[in-house]
């Protein structure tokens, strides 16, 4: 069965690569030559540098090795997805350029008999305004337009999705209220980061940028919720250094990612940076309690979640805030009479249709939702999985404001 989804996984693959190729290349040239070559030698090779990128990601090959191909590989597969998309919205649109050009077509002129030319004249010269040389026919002429739009609005879109991700995160402000919260706490805030995905694209830079927009933010509290690092310790050590910087008290857990990098040693390591792991734990705040549970990939190392644990001996007259990774936790939260639950991983789709994948798959794709009566809230993330892109998803740090229903 798995032989038979690789194979018409690498069928509609090759199906669709062959489609862009002959779109943009093949229907775009009047015959064989270098534009058609230097095509097939431009979609081969980028397919090539996305695996390398990927299969170099998993396997902890060389830090530098997985720089020098992540840029490259992960910004092919976004650009190739939408090249593909705009190939195919351009189908609906030649017929109509087709017909739009016959229309314009001007009538033909009327066959004039030539008249005889004496022995020895001189060809009498062709007439003002006639083309020496023939205009490309309509089909190759519409094939260029589209082509070319497709491929111009296929860059355009990566370009400015990449821009949105590098420039950093936006920040997002949501009230919650909260019936257990006492009056006292009306007003506190929750600066909620996820998914900032540090690894051979984004680094150092793009951590400092994240620490300084939480920090402007002045939250009260700091809940990083998943899915913090691609890589090891070892490598991304001195990219994840900034979170030192995190001027309010910081909470973390896991998520799936952690467990693809490490997360026994990332767990570590952020404790030493100054943030408080929660693994299957809790911690009672002067006002609330406060609970983060593992990620549900930890399960294949006998670290998944534990409700039980983080939350089984708890007063419930008190509000409970619990940090989740993933939005299907919440079912369980529900279970155990969790006020709020904070969590990250859809990245709210990243890229544009994926949204429509990523909502079949979570409960609640990005935004506030209640459950009961408990209310789940789902970041966006802050950076991005692969390519370093984000297209109908906008990056965000959210500000939870709690409120007190008794003030």
Known sequence: MVIVFVVLVLAVMVTANWYVWRRLFRDTTSGPGPVR?????????????????LVAERTGAPFWLQQVLAWPGFLWLALSMYLLLGLLAGEAVRPLLRRWLERRRPAEAPVRQAEPVPVGAPPAPEPEGSLPVAAPSRRLFVSRVIGGAAAAAAV????????????GPSVKRVTVPLVKLPRAAHGYRIAVVSDIHLGPVLGRGFAQRVVDTINSTQPDLVAVVGDLVDGSVEDLAPAAAPLRGLNAPAYFVTGNHEYFSGAEQWVEEVRRLGLLPLENARTELPWFDLAGVNDI??????????FAKALGDRDPARACVLLAHQPVQIHDAVEHGVDLQLS?????????????????????LAGLERYGDTQLYVSRGAGAWGPPTRVGAESDITVIQLASRQA
Do not use: S
């Open 344 to 364: 990250g991983h859809t990245h709210g789709g990243q890229l544009w249709p994926g949204n429509l994948v990523a909502a079949g798959a979570n409960p609640t």
């Open 297 to 306: 990939a930890g399960e294949e190392e006998g670290e998944g979640p534990d």
């Open 37 to 53: 070559r230097a095509g097939a030698a431009l979609i081969a090779g980028g397919w090539l540098l996305a695996f390398g990128a």
């Open 156 to 167: 355009g879109t990566v370009g400015i999705g990449t821009y949105g991700v590098l420039n």
